[in-house]
């Protein structure tokens, strides 16, 4: 049976996906029966992420979501626009499925404990059997077949309505095959001999226990799917833990008086007031009060940040202490709570490359197995094994192959990886951060903002033939004009010395050179040696020997010149971060080399690498050949990993097998990287990696159990040796275990805490 093609044409390509919360999956294979029907409009791309239980849909704006929603209904499936705000749906969805799966359990598992006990007690000791024995445990059964069963059965008349298999067929068939043979043969009677029940031969005439079979085989089933489920929400509770700091309402500072209002009306600008106890709403700067923040559920760092007047302070924080107000600088979708939500939900909404492959790989796995199970019954058959014995084998194939495991070995695991990075401020954009982070073997740094403080302050002044003021002065009125952790330390400097700055005309920035504007009527050129050499203005004797002065104290040198003249010299010095010795020295241990990589001169290069350890500088480089030498890198061999903040560092960021970027760096270096590090602590470098590596590691792990699974239990069963019951418990058994292996990820430490090694060192 084929599905009829969709006829909607949509036209008008958003820029945003639309998201849709999707319930009734209860397999990877019922989540690419979506994907395939989604994927029929024209010019859509949609994926299906059966753990997260949510699909994206790019190509498709939400005018058109009536048509997605109905193509997934048609499928078989619930459907609905996802809010992001307030997910009410999403959760009363899986409630639903968890409350579902609760009382079938239950009422199997109570009616199961006694059919067993009956049929197993009777085929193994006849002289105990009662007239109509049979009858009183095919009445038991009954209700579990039919009434808690029912869930796979209902997926498996729907898949096969469209033509389509999955898992749930396979337990379905096993069930009723199980239990149907068991009526016939009670009812007909049979003279076989008895077979194997996994402790001992069975007597003559007990056939009932494929009663056994069957309601031991769903309620293994329910209460595998109902401890995933429930595992799945755990999983997913990680993941929305970023979302659920946000808060509510706000109170807002107006004329005077203190009011309480939604978030959404807080403006930019605006005073905001937070008591002791109470979560900070957004981004901001202390204008007023003194206290202890809590920055803990955003960077997992313990230890309480005092903060006063002029404290930059992020939302999502909780206030410890006194009573604060705090000027918001960035709301809504623009603070940083609101980004690493984003972020940590874009993971999910992409597959990995090895994910796409089980998918696959389950999608043709199914009806392989039916095939298989009908061709190892007429085996024995043919054979001569007695029917009960083929029938017997048969069903244990069926059951046995179940690969429920593969379809969540990749997402449940990715989704308590990034969950966990997420609280220790550590956000993983996808699987390709995770794919990287197992092969990288070089570790690039940028250095000012990255290896430094980036808090450059002016350390000396040579003027050659003014006065400081007016050196100060002239390049202080042009560096007013940019962003640079070196152009904002000397404008302030100036401003902090003489007052008010003159306004610089025709500005112009020159990326990793320098900048040049009018001032007073003159050409002011600031900038570095490499500018003034490629401008092709001269550099006096005395200018070079301050250069070098500078540059052999570690510092860096900026020159200025006005009118094409050389007036002066201003050296600015960067403190090396306390983190950054120790960083170095942990990614040695995990067999990782550290190169420093900046458009700084050779000398303060040199001293920043001698300061922390780092094997090898590659200084003076301009922002595009800082791209070029991740390339040439990588050209060699190697497996390079950049850790930038700031425009200079995007084009590596981006060329780099793994990017990460300091969360207080510019927006375009952290859409360029793969891991933003919200901590301003270098460790978290070694905690990304390590994070990044453990969840790898256990996708693998979760991949290897549950291929090798199946891989070695569809031949054992095929030989007759697994009796169906032990299948059934067996396969539940196996994705429970997956889902558990991958909430062990909720226990990883940064590596501070612990030992390096004792998280994974090297690839996995």
Not at 143 to 148: D, L, N
Not at 222 to 251: K, P, T
Not at 367 to 380: R, S, T
Not at 602 to 629: C, H
Request: glycine share 10%.
């Amino acid at each position: 049976m084929t599905e009829a093609p969709a006829t909607a044409v949509l036209t008008d390509t958003p820029d945003e996906p639309l998201e849709l919360n999707i319930s009734g999956m209860t397999c990877a294979a019922c989540a690419a029966r979506i994907e395939r029907k989604l994927n029929k409009l024209d010019g859509v791309h949609a994926v299906v992420n059966f753990a997260t239980e949510r699909a994206v849909v790019h190509g498709i704006g939400p005018e058109q979501a009536p048509e997605a929603i109905r193509l997934v209904e048609k499928a078989g499936y619930g459907a609905a626009v996802r809010d992001a705000d307030e997910d009410v749906w999403s959760m009363r969805a899986a409630e639903t499925r968890i409350g579902s799966l609760r009382r079938r359990l239950a009422v199997a598992t109570i009616l199961t404990i006694p059919l067993c006990d009956l049929t197993i007690l009777l085929a193994l000791v006849p002289g105990w059997r009662f007239p109509d024995w049979e009858l009183v445990c095919v009445l038991l059964a009954i209700p579990i077949v039919a009434w808690a069963a029912w869930p796979f059965h209902r997926a498996t008349l729907r898949g096969l309505m469209r033509g389509s298999l999955s898992m749930d067929t396979l337990v379905s068939l096993g069930s009723i095959a199980s239990f149907g043979w068991a009526v016939v043969t009670l009812v007909i009677g049979s003279s076989g001999p008895g077979y194997w029940l996994g402790f001992g031969v069975t007597p003559q005439g007990a056939d009932a226990i494929y009663l056994d079979v069957a309601a031991g085989m769903i309620t293994f089933q329910l209460g595998g799917r109902y401890f995933e489920a429930r595992s799945r929400r755990r999983a997913g509770d990680v993941l929305n833990a970023l979302a659920s700091l946000a808060v509510r309402e706000v109170r807002v500072l107006r004329d005077g008086l203190e009011r309480v209002v939604p978030v959404g009306e807080l403006r930019v600008g605006e005073t905001f007031v937070v008591r002791p106890g109470e979560r900070l709403a957004a981004d901001g700067t202390v204008i007023d009060g003194a206290s202890g923040i809590d920055t803990s559920p955003m960077t997992g760092e313990s230890v309480p940040a005092e903060v006063g007047p002029g404290s930059a302070v992020v939302g999502g924080t909780v206030n410890l202490a006194g009573r604060l107000e705090i000027r918001a600088e960035a709301v809504g979708p623009k603070a940083r709570l609101a980004q690493m939500a984003a972020l940590a939900e874009e993971a999910q909404r992409r597959k990995a490359r090895i994910q796409t492959l089980a998918d696959r790989v389950s999608q043709y796995f199914i009806p392989a197995v039916i095939v298989v199970a009908v061709l190892v019954m007429a085996a024995w058959l043919l054979a001569g094994a007695a029917p009960r014995g083929a029938f017997g084998t048969g069903v244990a194939v069926l059951i046995i192959a179940c690969p429920c495991a593969l379809g969540l070995a990749t997402p449940t695991a990715l989704m308590v990886g990034v969950g966990r990075g997420g609280q220790l401020g550590i956000l993983i954009k996808g699987q390709d951060a995770l794919e990287a982070s197992g092969a990288i073997d070089t570790v690039v740094f940028d250095k000012t903002g990255t290896l430094t403080t980036g808090a450059m302050r002016v350390a000396g002044l040579a003027p050659l033939g003014a006065p400081e003021a007016d050196l100060l002065r002239w390049a202080g009125a042009v560096e007013a004009g940019s962003e640079h952790t070196i152009a904002k330390a000397i404008s302030e400097t100036a401003r902090a010395q003489l007052g008010e700055l003159p306004r610089a005309g025709r500005f112009t920035t020159l990326p990793g050179l320098g900048a040049r504007a009018e001032v007073d009527g003159a050409a002011v050129t600031v900038g570095g040696p490499r500018l003034f050499a490629q401008e092709g203005l001269a550099m006096p004797a005395e200018a070079a020997a301050a250069v070098e002065r500078f540059h052999a104290r570690g510092s860096t040198a900026v020159l200025v010149a006005v009118d094409g003249v050389v007036r002066g010299v201003i050296a600015l010095a960067d403190e090396v971060k306390p983190s950054a010795a120790s960083t170095v020295e942990r990614l040695r241990a995990l067999g990782l080399h550290s190169i420093l990589l900046t458009g700084d001169a050779e000398a303060p290069a040199r001293a920043a690498a001698a300061a922390t350890g780092i094997d090898e500088v590659v200084s003076g480089v301009l922002p595009a050949e800082k791209a070029e030498a991740i390339a040439r890198l990588q050209g060699e061999g190697h497996r390079v990993a950049m850790v930038g903040d700031g425009i200079n560092d995007a084009a590596a960021l981006a060329t780099a097998e793994l990017g990460l970027a300091m969360v207080r760096g510019t927006d375009i270096a952290m859409k360029s990287a793969d891991i933003i590090l919200v901590r301003d602590d270098l460790g978290s470098v070694v905690d990304a990696i390590l994070l990044s590596r453990r969840t790898l590691r256990t996708i693998r792990l979760n991949l290897v159990w549950a291929f090798g699974y199946n891989i070695a239990a569809v031949p054992i069963a095929a030989f007759g040796l697994l009796n169906p019951l032990i299948a059934a418990a067996a396969m539940a058994l196996s994705s429970v275990l997956v889902v558990s292996n991958s909430l062990r990820l909720r226990s990883f430490e940064p590596s501070g805490r612990s030992a390096a090694r004792g998280e994974g060192e090297g690839p996995q």
